[in-house]
């Protein structure tokens, strides 16, 4: 019986060591540069950001007024060898500038494509069989 228990804690702790940090939650928005903006287009950077696609939506913001919103746009086209995404802007309330910065929602994974669930699905599985036996 002490094997036994010794097993399930053994597993348990393994399953904690291989939980993710932090919660991914807390990450989705990510903060571009604008770097040009036209009559109807913004242009951002997207240095370090190879997830940003044609077709996502994001807001422009102005960080000197504590985030205010001041635009809305949907990506056009992006340009992975000069790292930039052209925009088109939707909506916006006051005129927008490279003072401002853009926020895009970094798309979630498939729920099948979860690390974690795969994680716990082993976990339980072997669990279930221990305690079965």
């Known amino acids: 019986m002490s094997a036994r228990l010794f097993l399930l804690s053994s597993l348990a702790a393994i399953a904690l060591a291989c939980a993710p940090a932090g919660a991914s939650a807390q990450e989705t928005a990510y903060r571009f540069e ?74 979630m994974k498939k729920w099948y494509a979860q690390p974690t669930l795969w994680i716990g699905a082993i976990v339980g599985g072997v669990i279930g069989a221990v305690a079965a036996h």
């Open 34 to 107: 604008i770097a040009s903006v036209g009559d109807s287009t913004v242009s951002l950077s997207t240095e370090k950001h190879e997830w940003v696609r044609a077709g996502q939506k994001g807001i422009a913001v102005d960080p000197m007024r504590h985030d205010a919103l001041v635009a809305r746009f949907v990506i056009l086209k992006v340009d992975a060898k000069h790292k930039r995404a052209l925009a088109v802007v939707t909506g916006q309330t006051t005129r927008l500038t490279t003072n401002h910065v853009a926020l895009i929602d970094r798309p």
